[in-house]
């Protein structure tokens, strides 16, 4: 076990310990804007298909129900404008985290390799790295690394933790490139449906891939956008040749989504008015606590998408974290992200209204 332990850093969230302890001593309770987790109810209508396929004895398949496949590349077509998608193009997966962490590993990378992710980034890119031994680098624009020993590329728009989106003409450019030196490029799209002064746009369109898959991948999460985080269920979309070898290994190693989980899928990917509805949501407490934090002298960067507020006030982010959480509001200290987010912290729209009112009744 300590050979393991060394591979992987401290686990960032025990750090925060401390001063969730102060926040929650606040006289009208805490405000935990730490953690991107949903709060908001399982639409009625996925709570209905997961109940009517509980009676499920038997095992479900890795590859999922071809009503599960159906469901996806319909999705993929209505909705990020891939072309000629096929069953052969997707694979569902249990919960992204999964993905990101045994990816390296199931793509049989090690010693001498290298994965590249941005440089404020989700950690567990990094941690898939150190599982599989290999080494791994950060990077500000993915044409400035040497891609000799460069075996994964992780792009990440919208952006956790800072909500940045990548451009149609930023996209196209990195995906030539990387075809170019021989990258396999991953693209994590999780907040992908929640533009707010932008909108994102696919490694799947054909604009940006010239209608081809070859070398491309796309990560896709039901958690945020159908708050579905505690049915683990998630999917990837996007080129076939590396897709079935890593339906072969999530085969052997038992990595399949459960069955009732897989029809609640299909519900959740047929219907888009739950996913406005929630949109709504998270805009108003987005409005909310962006006015609050700008009128407390915060500065908020980037932030277009996502589920976050990117905000600084230009010191040390602990103090910032400290600050707060004497006003019983908990953040995510933006140093979790990368040392590049020393000075900045990631605030969480994932609150309920009430508890958003709260905060915002606090910094006032």
């Known amino acids: 076990m300590s050979a393991v332990s060394d591979r992987l850093p401290t686990f960032p969230w025990d750090k925060l310990a401390p001063y969730k302890k102060t926040a929650a001593e606040h006289p009208d309770g805490i405000v935990d804007l730490s953690v991107g987790t949903p709060v908001d109810p399982v639409p009625e209508l996925i709570q209905k298909a997961l109940v009517a396929a509980a009676d499920s004895p038997g095992y479900p398949t890795v590859w999922g129900t071809p009503e599960l496949r159906d469901a996806i590349t319909g999705w993929l077509r209505r909705r990020l404008g891939a072309r000629d998608v096929t069953h052969h193009h997707v694979l569902p997966i249990v919960g992204s985290k999964e993905l990101v962490a045994w990816l390296p590993t199931q793509l049989g990378l090690g010693p001498g390799d290298t994965v590249a992710h941005p440089r404020l980034a989700y950690p567990t890119y990094e941690v898939g790295a150190r599982l599989a031994r290999a080494d791994h680098v950060v990077y500000d624009d993915p044409a400035e690394l040497d891609p000799a020993d460069l075996k994964l590329l992780w792009l990440n728009s919208p952006s956790n933790p800072t909500g940045k989106v990548l451009s149609k003409q930023e996209l196209t450019r990195i995906v030539a490139w990387a075809r170019e030196h021989g990258v396999l490029v991953f693209s994590d799209e ?103 934090l700008l009128g407390h002298g915060f500065r908020i960067e980037h932030s277009e998408a996502g589920l976050y507020l990117w905000a600084t006030r230009d010191e040390s982010c602990w103090t910032t974290v400290a600050h707060l959480a004497d006003r019983g509001i908990l953040v995510a200290p933006g140093d979790f992200y990368g040392p590049a987010g020393e000075n900045f912290v990631r605030v969480a729209l994932t609150a309920t209204d009430e508890r958003v ?8």
């Open 190 to 292: 999780c907040y992908l449906e929640l533009g707010w002064e932008a909108d994102p746009v696919s490694v799947l369109h054909p604009d940006v891939n010239g209608g081809s898959y070859e070398g491309i991948v796309s990560v896709h999460s039901l958690s945020k956008r159908s708050n579905l985080a505690g049915y683990r269920a998630a999917f990837l979309a996007g080129d076939p040749a590396v897709l079935g070898p890593l339906l072969e290994i999530r085969k052997h190693g038992g990595m399949m989504t459960s069955a009732p989980t897989q029809a609640a899928v299909v519900a959740a990917l047929g219907d888009d008015t739950h996913v406005h509805e929630q949109r709504e949501r998270y805009a108003a407490r987005r409005a909310a606590l962006r006015e609050a």
């Open 357 to 364: 009112a709260a905060a915002v009744a606090r910094l006032a």
